[in-house]
């Protein structure tokens, strides 16, 4: 299974909103709405910050929101800032019932 | 709370047999119908998923560890394990165990730990 594709890094000014897009296939991202990001600050282990492509767990700040279109899944920050920067990384449930992880995106707070 | 925790040989020979254990503390891990996954991430680089044993019993691999991965669940340790066969230098990495949702998130995870190959 090949990793899902996010691009390298991403960055934006305190207040701003990113966008980091997550892109597979339809026997993941787009067949599935079992699409997950995960937030992972150096040193650190991955924090859940999505589940079900745009439901946030108890405790995350709504500033973050998740979406999906076709085989394309998308988390938005809204409002950066600084201790948002970190690594992201979605995941996703296949038809083989498996599960695949992004390629990873380094956010960064100018 | 829950809590998860990886425990294991931290240097493992070439060829040899990667062996880790995560102990789970704060619930018990045949309740509440949760999986339970390993993943890995090598030095500087991305998460890649191992593979997760169901609350059936069940086991699903990485397709390009298949032939050299076992996961299983010791209930009465309330505790899960990783096994990886033939280790080589590229299986060196930190180790993460975490407890597997029914929508296939990984709602908790233990700190990691870190598996070097090496002679």
């Known amino acids: 299974q090949s990793a899902l594709t996010q691009p390298a890094s991403v960055s934006g000014s305190p207040g701003q909103s990113i966008t980091i897009s997550c892109t597979g ?21 991955p924090k859940l910050m999505i589940y079900d492509v745009s439901n946030r767990p108890s405790g995350v700040s709504n500033r973050f929101s998740g979406s999906k279109s076709g085989n394309t899944a998308s988390l938005t920050i809204s409002g950066l800032q600084a201790e948002d920067e970190a690594d992201y990384y979605c995941s996703s449930y296949t038809s083989s019932s498996t599960q695949v992880f992004g390629t990873g995106t380094k956010v960064t707070v100018l | 709370q829950l809590q998860l925790q990886e425990s294991g040989s931290g240097l493992v020979k070439p060829s040899q047999t990667l062996s880790l254990t995560c102990a789970v503390s704060g619930g018990s891990i045949s309740s509440g119908g949760y999986s339970w996954s390993w993943i890995r991430q090598p030095p500087g680089k991305g998460l890649e998923w191992i593979g997760y044993i169901y609350h059936s019993g069940s086991t699903y691999y990485n397709p390009s560890l298949k032939s050299r991965v076992t996961i299983s669940v010791d209930r009465s340790k309330n505790q899960f394990s990783l096994k990886l066969s033939s280790v080589t ?18 709602d908790y995870w233990g700190q990691g730990t870190l598996v070097t190959v090496s002679s």
């Open chain 1, 25 to 45: 296939t339809s026997s993941d991202v787009g067949g599935y709405n079992y699409v997950s990001w995960y937030q992972q600050h150096p040193g650190k282990a």
């Open chain 2, 89 to 106: 230098a590229a299986d060196t990495a930190v180790y993460y165990c975490a407890r597997v949702n029914s929508g296939y998130d990984c």
